[in-house]
């Protein structure tokens, strides 16, 4: 859709009067220039935490306070931008509360509530900030229009989805092809700014579903495929892509350029600025990607393209990844034995569970889990644990944290990380692998 700009705006940049003044800005400005702002947005910065937490709470009969911290978020929020709270997000306020006293009269929770309710999250950021945008004498008073997300993003049915509903519903992935019909549905709208939510889908039988936490970006990439935008920009709490996590590294520089490869590396290893979800639409639609500050609008941020300097061998940043479980799996039986990695992989295929790094002995596999990637929780890793013993002694150990240093050739340059490995002197460290494609190199430690 020609002019399309696909915004994507986190928790912190929708929870604040402030911030929605820079997106209404940031909005105008794309407005004036003839283009078309495509605006999706988070949850209230923390309302998906807690809203992720109500329901365990619940079945305990504890979501008393959650409720009214959930409730007090948004009433801060519409109180700034002197809105009535109950004129428009009444029905999922309703909604998460009857939920809640369901679970806690059943004593149980279903993946399908549970997406239910954590959809509220976006729902609420969304309603409220299209109210806001549209108010009489803003500068975009009759300019904007409310989608919901459900109506376009439709979660794509998997094997391992029917056979593991966790995945399904909180986890799910979206098909992304261009749609002309949704873009002429668009571009004949009498507004030309539209609003609609990160993080949430529909299956095929039109149940919500998520797309696993953080996944707002995924949606906002899976949305500038479909419209064909002329880019996507990703606003956020920092200004860009930095060597490390800036809020841990202060002295992380900002990478200005990168390819759709070197970010897929980043994210993939755990820089949560992007969901690692996110590339795959944008960089198959030749789509650019920004990422850049909600309150630094100035500032030009990260710009990931197809484009990249060839620097040769380097190490270009470090990313890190915690709540990671390793599964070590230890037999004598192995030694020579034909067959046993494909049993046991073939059960954690079997309990829809995605492997990230695998290290291997005689008598030993230890694979980790990566917590994006699979839909963790202490029972889907009790269950594969028990269908492991068929074949070995089984055990979980962390969780642990993967930190990676991210380049490209980096087996050239080992004799040059000396003093890399020398940080790891106090680390008790389970696990090192060197990713085949010698992008990266991992370090796993307690
Ligand atoms: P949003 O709510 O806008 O989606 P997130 O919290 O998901 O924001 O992602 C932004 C955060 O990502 C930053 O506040 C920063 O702490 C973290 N981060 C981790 N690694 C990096 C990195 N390499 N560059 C920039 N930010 C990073
Ligand atoms: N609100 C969701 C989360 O916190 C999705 C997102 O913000 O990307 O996980
Ligand atoms: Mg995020």
Redo the contacts with the bound molecule.
Sequence with gaps: MKGCVVL??????VSTRERWENIEKIAASYLEKGEHPFIVC?AV?GVSNLLEALLPLAVKGEHAEQLDAIYQKHKVLADALELDLEEYIKPELELIQRVAHGASLTQEVSPRLHAMVMSCGELMSTKLGVAFLSREGGVLHGNVSWEDARDHLRAVSTQEGERNLTRHYLSARCGFEPSKEMQAKIEAKEEKVTITQGFIACDSEGHTVLLGR?G??TSAAYFASILEASRLE?????P?????????VPS?RL?KKLSYKEAQE?ASM??????PRCLDPVKQGQIPLH?RC?QQPELDG?VVSAQAADVGAQVK????KSGIPLISMETLGMWHQVGFLADVFQTFKSHGLSIDQVATSETNVTVSLDPVANALDSKALDALLKSLTQFCHAKRIGPCAAVSLVGQNIRAILHKLGPVLEAFEEHHIYMVSQSSSDLNITFVVA
């Excluded at 990703?234 to 920092?238: A, H, Q, S, Y």
């Excluded at 755990?270 to 969901?275: I, N, T």
């Design positions: 994507k705006f986190g928790g912190t940049s988070s910065s953080g707002s970006d990703i606003w956020t709490d920092v860009g892509m930095f060597t490390a996590n800036p809020r841990q992380a990478l980043l755990g820089a949560k600025v992007l969901h990422i909600t990260t940043a470090i990313s890190t």
